[in-house]
T-cell receptor, first 119, second 110 residues
Framework: EVQLVESGGGLVKPGGSLRLSCAAS????????MIWVRQAPGKGLEWVAF????????FYADSVKGRFTISRDNAKNSLYLQVNSLRAEDTAVYYC????????????WGQGTLITVSS | QSVLTQPPSVSAAPGQKVTISCSGS????????VSWYQQLPGTAPKLLIY???KRPSGIPDRFSGSKSGTSATLGITGLQTGDEADYYC???????????FGGGTKLTVL
């Protein structure tokens, strides 16, 4: 059974940092690209970042470019999102998801981890 | 303001059919695959349609997808109260070099 379990969220002050993790199991992690998607309270989905199977292709939403860093460790079946210089508008549930195909389809999602940015 | 435009809400009676539109441009929908997601309240999104019109295993054939030019459409027939959810379209935007989602459509089954 495919499972994605996010962790690392929490309450952080503006300007602060966190590192989100996504533990993958039930599939060959190194065979799939992965993404992070976020959802602010009461709002829609926002695509955040993409990383290819071997980390040779990485893309970011303009809203997080220069502040967030996506990475992965295929030996540990884990995906990460380092989030720095946090702003109130970064408050959201952050989901990791598995990419099916090249880059447009996301077939498995984690349950999400909440980041709250507040002083 | 989302790159992809969806109606904020649609509604229909149980047993009826509804369609949800997703409008984009040549840099996204027209030249990339479209996927659709269902998000029930308090849960993570679930893939309904991939590669414009394909259903993952386990998704009933009441759900269908299509694409024409810069627009895509999700169709749901035989509406059930359990279909009440938010629905999102998604694709890749070649100009942005990033993924994009529609703003979401809330389906109410009256």
């Amino acid at each position: 059974e495919v499972q994605l379990v996010e962790s690392g969220g929490g309450l952080v002050k503006p300007g602060g940092s966190l590192r989100l993790s996504c533990a993958a199991s039930g599939f060959t992690f190194s065979s799939h690209s992965m993404i992070w998607v976020r959802q602010a309270p009461g709002k829609g989905l926002e695509w955040v970042a993409f990383i290819s199977r071997r980390s040779n292709y990485i893309f970011y939403a303009d809203s997080v470019k220069g502040r967030f860093t996506i990475s992965r460790d295929n030996a540990k079946n884990s995906l990460y999102l380092q989030v720095n210089s946090l702003r109130a508008e970064d408050t959201a549930v952050y989901y990791c998801a598995r990419v099916m195909g090249v880059r447009e389809n996301f077939d498995y999602w984690g349950q999400g981890t909440l980041i709250t940015v507040s002083s | 303001q989302s790159v992809l435009t969806q109606p904020p809400s649609v509604s229909a009676a149980p047993g009826q059919k509804v369609t949800i539109s997703c409008s984009g441009s040549s840099s996204n929908i027209e030249n990339n695959y479209v996927s659709w997601y269902q998000q029930l309240p308090g849960t993570a999104p679930k893939l309904l349609i991939y590669d414009n019109d394909k259903r993952p295993s386990g998704i009933p054939d009441r759900f269908s997808g299509s694409k024409s030019g810069t627009s895509a459409t999700l169709g749901i027939t035989g509406l059930q109260t359990g279909d009440e959810a938010d629905y999102y379209c998604g694709t890749w935007d070649s100009s942005l070099s990033a993924g994009v989602f529609g703003g979401g459509t809330k389906l109410t089954v009256l």
